[in-house]
């Protein structure tokens, strides 16, 4: 960064703790006009603090925010980052669920108002869907509480890059494709580069490497609460990227796992439940299944079924054996928001910490706290709230709940979500280690390289399954290939 570079925003020296823990040491952040600044971390890092004080959702404890070269510290929060033209699309979305999404867009421009706003409204949100993300079919009509999760991410985009009465100049997308497949991903980052062009800003937060080497100018690099490397993109490789953020690096042997369709009376033998859908989805013993495909078509609706027939009789799905499931939209069906973090992560494990009808508290303590050395869930206290976690950690809960439990058989709709990549390396290592030991996964993921750790993937398109590939004749050519068209 040059001298002569003129700044948007300058956060100078921000710090920020909750208590015990320092979530910020002192950053120091320039974010210059008509560039993308990619900022990278383990979860924990401080990222989303950061991007929380830039937003004005948070005031920082000590430092400055300067903003076109003044120091707006003393009453900077949200109204006042909005007339800067400053949005942000948090890692946990902030629609509301009981608004149409038409609604939810008035929320961020006072403007429309008067008679005819929910047709402006309207009219502004579709525009800017059909600016970054073409065919997107969503209704401005639609309560956001009816959709995915993955358009309900859409919808939050569209309306933080949304202008009515000012423009928009410096967008934070924390995580914007963790709910997206690769199609919409790639238009997201597409118009991303469109509006740094057009001179506006983005802070891009993501766990997924090749999306900030490909779209970021300058990278920035966080741990514990401080940034440790800052420099163009093109000076980082993936590698270097990773060992900026203190991980080891794992070579990936996509070749390693070759496909071992076992024999035998499978755990899971379900239909898609549509009619006229002859494809089974089948899992045996110790296998890791796939779910690939478009986001919305069909995967989450599978693990739901196989997840409901545990428990009752559901047509055209057979299940052996117990099951957990890990949710990826973790807020609406995974944390419980008013628990601490080792309630949460030791509920499905109670039956096993019974003493005389009553739980042993010293038990439930004890794997709270082994989990999250194993996992590395960073908290002080596992006995702090499980929302004084991060988005990421709370995910690591997640999964420290199903798989500390007795299930046999492991559910996981696209559950890497927000988890930086050091973790997923320890996870991935434990998903072989439970499969190896007899545990069954069915994990739909959005994420190609991921899908290079199944034995076995189903391909779904329409809410029917439309190819199944052995792990040897999988390539991400077939899967998206598959996923537009039906199978011959």
Not at 170 to 184: C, F, G, N, Y
Not at 472 to 481: D, G, M
């Amino acid at each position: 960064m040059t001298d002569q570079t003129v700044s948007l925003v300058h956060l100078d020296g921000v710090a920020k703790s909750f208590g015990a823990v320092r979530a910020l040491a002192g950053v120091n952040l320039v974010i210059p006009a008509q560039s993308c600044v990619g900022l990278v971390g383990h979860n924990g890092a401080g990222k989303s603090t950061l991007m929380h004080v830039l937003a004005g959702t948070l005031a920082p404890d000590t430092g400055r925010i300067v903003v076109d070269g003044e120091d707006v510290t003393a009453r900077y929060g949200v109204a006042n980052a909005n007339l800067h033209g400053v949005r942000c699309v948090f890692q946990e979305l902030s629609l509301c669920p009981n608004l149409s999404v038409a609604e939810n867009a008035r929320i961020m421009h006072p403007s429309l108002k008067g008679f005819g706003w929910r047709r402006r409204a309207a009219a502004l949100i579709r525009k800017q869907l059909d600016a970054i993300f073409p065919q997107h079919g969503i209704d401005p009509d639609a309560v956001v509480g009816d959709l995915s999760i993955a358009r309900r991410q859409m919808v939050e985009i569209a309306r933080a890059f949304s202008a009515s009465d000012r423009p928009v100049r410096l967008v934070i997308l924390d995580e914007p494709t963790s709910s997206l497949d690769a199609v919409l991903a790639g238009q997201l980052l597409a118009y991303v580069r469109s509006f740094v062009a057009a001179g506006g800003a983005v802070v891009l937060i993501s766990h997924l490497l090749g999306e900030i080497l490909s779209t970021a100018d300058r990278i920035v690099v966080m741990r514990d609460g401080q940034v440790v490397a800052e420099r163009a993109a093109t000076d980082f490789t993936r590698d270097t990227l990773v060992e900026s953020m203190g991980s080891v690096v794992h070579a990936q042997n996509t070749g390693a796992h070759q496909s071992k369709r076992a024999h035998g009376e499978p755990v899971v033998d379900a239909d898609s439940g549509r009619t006229g859908d002859t494809r089974r989805l089948t899992a045996h013993r110790g296998e890791i299944i796939g779910l690939a495909g478009l986001g919305g078509h069909g995967q989450t609706d599978m693990l739901i079924r196989v997840f409901e027939a545990a428990s009752r009789k559901v047509p055209g799905v057979k299940v052996a054996g117990p099951v957990a499931m890990v949710a990826g939209d973790r807020q609406t069906d995974g944390v419980f928001p008013l628990w601490s973090i080792a309630d949460n992560l030791t509920i499905a494990s109670l039956s096993k910490m019974a003493r005389h009808l009553l739980i042993d508290t010293s038990a439930e303590k004890a794997m709270a706290e082994d989990w999250r050395t194993r996992i590395g869930i960073r908290t002080p206290d596992v006995d702090n709230p499980i929302l004084s976690l991060s988005g990421g950690n709370q995910q690591k809960v997640l999964f420290a709940r199903a798989l500390g439990s007795t299930a046999e058989i492991i559910l996981m709709d696209d559950p890497m979500r927000g988890v930086d990549i050091g973790t997923k390396q320890e996870v991935y290592g434990m998903l072989r280690a439970e499969a190896e030991k007899g545990r069954t996964f069915l994990w739909y993921t959005t994420e190609m390289d991921e899908l290079n750790h199944c034995d076995h993937v189903y391909v779904f398109r329409d809410g029917r399954i439309v190819v199944d590939l052995p792990r040897s004749e999988l390539t991400e050519a077939k899967v998206l290939q598959s996923s537009f068209e039906a199978a011959a």
